[in-house]
Every structure is written in structure tokens, then in C-alpha cells.
């Protein structure tokens, strides 16, 4: 059969080259089914398609088994947990990698569920119990149930370090038990190390979303059952975007730890007189807000996060509860452009505007503004509350000592380290210095602040938690008390209750909203 002949390397060519030509669609003639037009590809999904390639990531699995420097050693995956999915996402990856599943530690209440608890358990979960209290045999059973896989066990174990699942998108405090069961083996020298590895998981929308916002009003968590995952599956039909599973370095315990607590005083104890102090306590709960904190690094903000809290922010001056979408694309561009100068990630897929169709497209059946906008707080608290402590005083020492008091009226807002606040307070310092916002003068001891307004916007998105906080704790006497413990004068605590209960001024002062 006779075809008319193309050149296709003179073609390429002439479109700008091989690079060009595959980001581009072709216009030149092509033959059988090639002949359909192609869609633009940009350098990242160039990057994304090679990188996970088969070839690719076969030569990853053989270079990690020629040089897997934990092997033989146990590894625990900690993921934050925001949905009934993650129970079963890492499995999912684990055995789309060819990995070993891993062993789930998952609430009782599924067990009581037929066809859930056996599908569950058949992927690796073992049932545990929300509270132990004072059954000291249950205590010790599940210790050395969970103790013997992390010992014998051929598969690594999945652990949930927050307890349960939160219901505000925000990380909550972990729980030092469990983590004191999972460190136990290493300390008594039952294993010469183990290998903690951070997972973040962010949805674009969670599959609870209706659910947790009839919770946070006040109505009763409905019990899991097979009838109701039954009677929920139209659910299924629906579209929840993307999820992004984000893997932390591993961190080995040998380590970590191997500083700060020295096993040789455990390993020699018996069992019947075995005890830790408070010393070791304490180094136990700095790790596990260390893997908090590795959680909150590996969390990206998404556009849509953003986007609700511009319309907080707009709708909080406006008489109707109207925003005008010039303003609204305004405010969020500026807010991106803070946060990246503050070396955020801001997960943009393709544009902000793109991005702002497809998330409007998404939730477009139920929208929590409120809720959406506290999905990224976890991540923007440091900068916020530095800024509202900023708004206060220009020395450093004050407002170092407002900072830390910030951080600790808000702290079951935003989990952190109360061992490392000062810390902390040093990294945000040089983060708004490389960012131009602030100027430190060693000497002198004082914060020239350069970008006000760029300051009360970052204020804003966390003034309003604040301001509950405040009321909460001034009803119950426990404000000036914790006032007088970080040195915060009465006239300055004024002045904060003073930009709080104005809230709606904090936004009206800055040119960027």
C-alpha cells in the first residue's frame, strides 16, 4: 500500500527540537494511530512519567537491596491520619511496590464488624482498644503481642501516632504510650536498632468530609457496621481528587536516641523491677513531636486551603458576605507568594486559577470553608503566631517571651515541642530575615520590621483561633496566670485582647487584602 513519506527528524526540528516536540502537540502528518492530536506536557509531568517508569523503578528496588543499609531491621511506618483510607493506602503502595504489607494497628471498633474486621485483618490489622485504663493484663498482652512483631515479626508495623483520626485536619498530640511500647524492644537491647519512617498522606477531599463537620457540630459519631458501609457506598461514586503520600527520611533509633538515652542501664534490669524515669519519658515525647514535626515539613498547602482563607479573611469586613472575584484571585496570589518567600511548598498542580476551577468542581456538593482553610493552619501556625507576637514588641527578648506564650495558649490548637521552642523561634527569625519581612540587630537587640503589612496578613489567618483560645481561658482564670509565667505585662495583654476582639480591623490594615 502506497503512503505519502514524512520526515519526521526534519519535522521535529522544526517545531524547536525533541524537547519541545513532546511538550507540544503534533501538527505535523503522522500514520496509523498516532494521527490523534496529543495533549501539552509540561517538564514535570516529563519528569513525573520517567521517574516512574517500570525500568525506573526496578533499577531503584535492585540499587536498594544492594545497599539497604537497615537490613534485617525492623521498620515502623508512622502516617498522619486524617481518614479511614489510610488504613489501608500504605498497603496498597506496599504491595503495588512489591513490598511486604505491613501490620496495622487499627481501632476495635471495626472487629465487631464482620465482612470490615476480616478484610482488615486479612491485610495485616490487628484490633486494639481506644482505652486501656487499668487492665493491667490487657496492657500487658497487647505490649507483648505488639512487641513480638516488632522483634519476630517478618513484616513491618504500621502505627498511628495521634490515636485517632482528626477531625479538623490538624495534627494532634501523640500519644507517648504506644510510642513507649514501639521504643521498649530497642531499649532493653532486644534489637541492636529500628527504623521509624514519617508518611504523609494529604487529600485534596476526604471521604468523611460531611461526616466530620456533623461531629463538630455536636451530633454523635454513628458506629462502624457492614450495614453502613453498605448503605454508604454511592459514596464511591463520587470524585475526591488526589491523594499525596509523601515519605520521610527514615530515622534510625540507634541514632536518634543513642545520645540522649543510654540502654546499657535497661538492658541489665529484670523485667519485674524494669522502669524508666523521667529523663527517658521526657526523650520519648521530644521524638514524638519530632515526628510530628516531620509530619507538618512534608505537608504541602494546597491552592484550595489558601483560597478559603482569602474568603475568611475577605468576607470578615464585607456587610453581605459578597467577595469580588478580582479581589479574591488577589489576596490568594499574594498569600502564595508570602508563604513561598517563606520557603512553604504550595502544591500548585498547574495554575492557581486551574487548580481553583478543579477544587471548586470538587466541592461543589459541600463546602466547609472554615475547615478547608484550618487544612494547612498545622503548617502556617509558626508564621502566623511569630507575626502576631511581631505586631507586639520590636525587642527580641519580648518577643521571644510572647512567642512562647503564644505557643502555649495555642497549644491544643497546634501541636509543637515545648522543649524546642526557642529553637524554633530561632529558625522562624531567619526564615522572615532571608525573606526581607524582618531585619535582627544583634547588638542592639531589636526587630526592624520592613513588610507590616505582609506581617498582619500572616496574623490574620490564626488571629481569630487565637481569639477563642483567649476567651476560653480568660473565662476560666487561667490567662493572666499564664500571662505572669512568660513575663507578659498587663498592658500588653490588653493590647492583645484590644487586636483580637477587632479582629476585623487586622485584615482592614493591610494593602494586601
Not at 481506644?130 to 505488639?146: K, P, Q, S
Not at 514588641?393 to 506564650?405: G, P, R, T
Not at 524582618?438 to 505582609?454: F, G
Amino acid at each position: 500500500m502506497d503512503t505519502d513519506y514524512v520526515d519526521f527528524i526534519k519535522e521535529i526540528n522544526k517545531q524547536g527540537g525533541p524537547f519541545q516536540f513532546v511538550r507540544n502537540a503534533r501538527e505535523f502528518p503522522t500514520c496509523s494511530q498516532f494521527g490523534r492530536k496529543a495533549t501539552n506536557r509540561s517538564p514535570k509531568d516529563i519528569i513525573e512519567s520517567v521517574l516512574n517508569s517500570d525500568k525506573v523503578m526496578e533499577a531503584v528496588r535492585q540499587y536498594a537491596a544492594q545497599n539497604n543499609t537497615f537490613k534485617d531491621t525492623p521498620v515502623i511506618f508512622i502516617p498522619t491520619h486524617r481518614t479511614y483510607i489510610d488504613f489501608l493506602l500504605l498497603s496498597v503502595l506496599c504491595f503495588d511496590q512489591e513490598m511486604t504489607l505491613p501490620a496495622i494497628a487499627a481501632a476495635m471498633d471495626f472487629m465487631n464488624s464482620k465482612m470490615i474486621g476480616e478484610i482488615l485483618r486479612q491485610c495485616g490489622a490487628f484490633f486494639i482498644r481506644r482505652a486501656v485504663g487499668d487492665d493491667i493484663l490487657y496492657w500487658a498482652i497487647f505490649t507483648e503481642y505488639v512487641q513480638t512483631h516488632i522483634v519476630e515479626g517478618d513484616r513491618p508495623v504500621e502505627f498511628f501516632i495521634e490515636g485517632t483520626r482528626s477531625r479538623t485536619n490538624k495534627s494532634l498530640p501523640p500519644k507517648y504510650g504506644l510510642l513507649q511500647i514501639l521504643l521498649e524492644p530497642y531499649l532493653r537491647g532486644n534489637i541492636y536498632d529500628m527504623v521509624v519512617v514519617p508518611v504523609a498522606m494529604n487529600y485534596d477531599k476526604i471521604l468523611e468530609e460531611q461526616l466530620y463537620a456533623y461531629e463538630l457540630l455536636g451530633f454523635p459519631k454513628p458506629k462502624e457496621s457492614t450495614s453502613g458501609l453498605l448503605k454508604a457506598r454511592s459514596i464511591l461514586d463520587k470524585s475526591f481528587g488526589r491523594v499525596q503520600v509523601t515519605f520521610g527520611k527514615p530515622i534510625s533509633i540507634r541514632e536518634h536516641l543513642g545520645v540522649s538515652i543510654k540502654r546499657a542501664t535497661f538492658v541489665c534490669q529484670p523485667d519485674s523491677q524494669w522502669k524508666m524515669s523521667e529523663v527517658e519519658k521526657r526523650h520519648i515525647r521530644a521524638f514524638g513531636h519530632h515526628i510530628i514535626k516531620n509530619h507538618y515539613e512534608m505537608s504541602s498547602v494546597s491552592v484550595w486551603s489558601i483560597a478559603c482563607s482569602s474568603i475568611i479573611l475577605l468576607t470578615s469586613d464585607a456587610k453581605d458576605n459578597t467577595v469580588k472575584c478580582g479581589d479574591f484571585l488577589k489576596l490568594t496570589h499574594n498569600l502564595i507568594d508570602l508563604l513561598r518567600s517563606l520557603e512553604i511548598q504550595v502544591h500548585i498542580r498547574k495554575t492557581v486559577a486551574q487548580d481553583l476551577e478543579r477544587a471548586f468542581k470538587l466541592h461543589s456538593d459541600f463546602i466547609t470553608i472554615e475547615g478547608d482553610a484550618k487544612d494547612s493552619m498545622h503548617v502556617l501556625s509558626t508564621p502566623s503566631i511569630f507575626s502576631l507576637a511581631l505586631l507586639s514588641s520590636s525587642s527580641i527578648d519580648k518577643l521571644k517571651e510572647c512567642y512562647k506564650w503564644l505557643r502555649t495558649v495555642l497549644y491544643s490548637e497546634f501541636v509543637h515541642d515545648p522543649l524546642d521552642v526557642d529553637n524554633e523561634f530561632d529558625r522562624i527569625v531567619q526564615s522572615f530575615t532571608l525573606a526581607g519581612l524582618i531585619e535582627s540587630k544583634e547588638e542592639s537587640r531589636l526587630i526592624q520590621l520592613h513588610d507590616r503589612d505582609s506581617s498582619v496578613l500572616l496574623s490574620s489567618l490564626s488571629a481569630d483561633i487565637l481569639k477563642n483560645a483567649f476567651t476560653t481561658l480568660d473565662q476560666r482564670g487561667g490567662l493572666q496566670k499564664l500571662a505572669r509565667n512568660y513575663s507578659i505585662h498587663p498592658e500588653q495583654l490588653n493590647n492583645f485582647k484590644k487586636q483580637l476582639t477587632t479582629y476585623v480591623e487586622l485584615p482592614g490594615r493591610s494593602s494586601k487584602i
